[in-house]
């Protein structure tokens, strides 16, 4: 069986990361949210060296939420990736199976770091589909203190419709539901989905990183997107103005 891309930015990146101040210990918060309107099973895979943080089992059904806890302290990174898994046919307690999409390449996959750069307050974070797409998937950074910039990142389309010929995974009655990455279609990716990382030494015209989110959020099938993020001028809230519409 396939497995997820390997991250493409030095030092990596998440899903959904959080951290206090670089001084003391923190757990980040990743929470995942499912916009899509069927059910998706999320797979949270750590990298190499680092432990897991779910069992994989969970099933979010259309507006579905489920968080996690990143275990961490200053100078203790924790990298990953999310995958979300469509059409599985089987649900038991070890997790579901025969899945449509998601369980290996192609898929969406976001890739995340907490604690990057040996600091316990940055998260890095990225949407990659160099290994293919299935779901619409984004990340978005919340409640960053003033002055932080931290885009939100990824793409808002199913790309699956339009998927060029030869490079569509589809179902038994003809559903495209995953679209292999090739040079042609890493071109229509990138059209579509800018702030997406489509192959290797791609890169997106914002940062993919930042400093003291109290939260990061993963969301499949996002409604909206504002594109020019940043909390310059936050109302102090902790409320990030450049977030998903209805996030």
């Known amino acids: ?5 390997k991250p493409l930015l030095v030092g990596f990146l998440i899903v959904a990361g959080a ?3 670089a001084e003391s210990s923190s757990d980040a918060n990743l929470t995942v949210v499912n916009d899509c309107e069927y059910p998706v099973w999320p797979k949270i895979i ?10 994989n089992t969970a099933r979010l059904d259309s507006r579905g939420v489920a968080s996690f806890r990143i275990p961490g302290s200053p100078g203790a990174a924790w990298s ?38 040996g600091r316990a307050d940055m998260a890095v974070y990225s949407v990659s589909l160099s290994g293919g797409f299935n779901v619409p998937a984004t990340v978005t950074p919340h409640a960053f203190p003033r002055g932080s910039v931290c ?17 569509r995974v589809v179902t038994a009655a003809g559903a495209v539901i995953a679209c292999r990455s090739d040079p042609a279609a890493g071109g229509y990716f990138k059209q579509r989905c800018p702030k997406t990382l489509t192959g290797s030494g791609d890169s997106v015209d914002v940062d993919q990183r930042c400093v003291a989110p109290a939260e990061l959020k993963v969301i499949f099938c996002p409604r909206t997107m504002v594109t020019t993020a940043g909390a310059d001028g936050d109302d102090g809230t902790g409320l990030i103005r450049a977030a998903f519409a209805e996030a």
Do not use: K, W
């Open 151 to 167: 885009p939100v990142l990824g793409c808002t389309e199913d790309l699956n419709p339009g998927c060029p010929q030869g490079r």
């Open 80 to 117: 990953g990736q999310v995958m979300a898994r469509t059409g599985c046919a089987v649900e038991t307690p070890e997790g579901p199976s025969r899945c449509a999409s998601g369980e290996a390449l192609p898929a969406t996959v976001v890739q995340l770091q907490a604690h990057a750069y």
């Open 46 to 55: 750590p990298n190499d060296g680092y432990s897991p943080i779910s069992t």
């Open 19 to 21: 951290v206090v101040t």
């Open 1 to 5: 069986m396939a497995t997820a891309c």
